[in-house]
């Protein structure tokens, strides 16, 4: 079975504050994505990373895919409070279980302006 | 362009009843997953649904089971609620063949 474990569980931070967010596994996955879900709605996706060692960035976020493709961080420079929200890791195995995705437990960041 | 839309938003149930939430994807997707996310989890895999069949499957019990129907809309049914399946059922559509899902708003359901 394989496992995500997201850290910290809960962040509480203050605006212009930096951030990040570690997602990780002892299993290796084909992908890895990260998706930010708010109170109401189901997960929205940010990214997709396939690739050991990647790095993508969207705006403030930074996102990195370990070497071994094992783990997965998310760094979020100068935080502002509409980035509050349930940020969750999800590793995909591919191949004919695209669309199976493992979740993490999901950290909890809430920004204070 | 409609995303993916999902009914009822919210019910509530009693023990032992059956229940049927039901899912359109997003314009283009022909698969369709379901997932189960408890309060404070992150969400679990139920199955997947591609050309009307089920193509893979989390490790949930026979009580949930699914179907798809031709123009890829699909239900998921629990039968023998307990408690436990309180939870906010999400659906998911993708494109054939890739891992990028696109998620509906969810149904919230309530077991008492």
């Known amino acids: 079975t394989q496992l995500l474990e997201q850290s910290p569980q809960f962040l509480s931070i203050q605006e212009g504050e930096n951030l990040t967010v570690y997602c990780n596994s002892s299993s290796v996955f084909s992908s890895l994505q990260w998706y930010r879900q708010e109170p109401g709605e189901g997960p929205v996706l940010l990214v997709t990373?396939?690739?050991?060692?990647e790095v993508k960035k969207l705006k403030r976020l930074t996102f990195q895919f370990g070497d071994a493709r094992k783990d997965s961080s998310l760094h979020i420079t100068a935080a502002q409070p509409g980035d509050t929200g349930l940020y969750l890791c999800?590793?995909?195995?591919?191949?004919?279980?695209?669309?199976?995705?493992?979740f993490g437990q999901g950290t909890i960041l809430t920004v204070h302006p | 362009d409609a995303g993916v839309t999902q009914s009822p938003t919210h019910l509530i149930k009693t023990r032992g009843q059956q229940v049927t939430l039901r899912c359109s994807p997003k314009?283009?997707?022909?698969?369709v997953s379901w997932y189960q996310q408890a309060l404070g989890q992150g969400p679990q895999f139920i199955f997947q649904?591609?050309?009307?069949?089920?193509?893979q499957r989390g490790n949930f019990p026979d009580r949930f089971s699914g179907h798809q129907f031709p123009n890829y809309s699909s239900e998921l049914n629990v039968n023998a609620l307990l408690l436990g399946d309180s939870a906010l059922y999400l659906c998911a559509s993708s494109r054939p063949n890739t891992g990028e899902l696109f998620f509906g708003e969810g149904s919230r359901l309530t077991v008492l």
């Open positions: 990373v396939v690739t050991g060692g």
């Open positions: 999800a590793g995909g195995a591919g191949g004919t279980s695209y669309g199976k995705l493992t």
């Open positions: 314009s283009g997707h022909d698969t």
């Open positions: 649904y591609y050309e009307e069949e089920e193509r």
